[in-house]
């Protein structure tokens, strides 16, 4: 799996939006990037992924560039329920036995 | 739906004692994951499962082992305890290879005296 590498921590007011951005300059053309999040205590919540287009969903929007060489998590409209650890990770898809690797992530605090 | 569940939620352990836990899951998925996680860190795969009857080793297996007797159910055993194996374990669990998206359990937090 390439090798990410995000920023150790954010702060962002609550009702605005967060971006959180990703360096992945080493993926390879069939891996994906994926977002999961971890709130304090609790097990890692899936987000969001994408191969190279632009997705969104209920949660989240993922930009990712042209160039696939980084990508930004956009949460629209953050909350103070939203403050957890994000991680980008970026992996081939179709691998059972592939497991999830996290790195540092980044810690979103979110203020009131 | 409950989704994935994990039995005990915290444990205190004795060196050398054994224990067993217990992963369930309701969505009928194929692929289930035993993780740890150590203060500070990510997650690493311990065990997994392709199915009913089938594991396979991860990145930590040593001091573990598993079975997936049941479907819905995959358990992971310490024979003997060890202080190093103190930390938080997460079951996840996802439907088909094709189907990346992992649904993780609430964890157990083993304490390894």
């Known amino acids: 799996d390439a090798k990410t590498t995000q920023p150790p921590s954010m702060d962002c007011a609550e009702g605005r939006a967060a971006n959180l951005p990703c360096n992945h300059s080493t993926i390879s053309g069939n891996e994906y990037v994926y977002w999961y999040r971890q709130i304090h205590s609790q097990g890692p919540q899936y987000i969001i992924h994408?191969?190279?287009n632009n997705e969104t969903n209920e949660m989240a929007s993922l930009i990712i560039t042209e160039d696939r060489k980084s990508s930004t998590l956009i949460l629209p409209h953050a909350t103070l329920r939203d403050t957890a650890v994000y991680y980008c990770i970026v992996r081939v898809q179709n691998n059972a036995g592939n497991m999830l690797t996290f790195g540092g992530g980044t810690r979103l605090m979110v203020k009131p | 739906n409950a989704g994935v569940t994990q039995t005990p939620k915290f444990r205190v352990l004795k060196t050398g004692q054994s224990m067993t836990l217990l992963c369930a899951q309701d969505?009928?998925?194929?692929?289930m994951y035993w993780y740890r996680q150590d203060p500070g860190m990510g997650l690493r795969l311990i065990h997994y499962?392709?199915?009913?009857?089938?594991?396979a080793k991860g990145e930590v297996p040593d001091g573990y082992n598993v079975s997936r007797l049941k479907k819905q159910n995959f358990l992971l055993g310490l024979e003997s305890a060890a202080p190093s194996q103190t930390s938080v374990y997460f079951c996840a669990s996802r439907e088909t290879v094709n189907q990346e998206t992992q649904y993780f359990g609430p964890g157990t937090r083993l304490l390894v005296l």
């Open positions: 994408g191969l190279k």
């Open positions: 969505m009928n998925h194929e692929y």
């Open positions: 499962s392709v199915g009913e009857g089938t594991t």
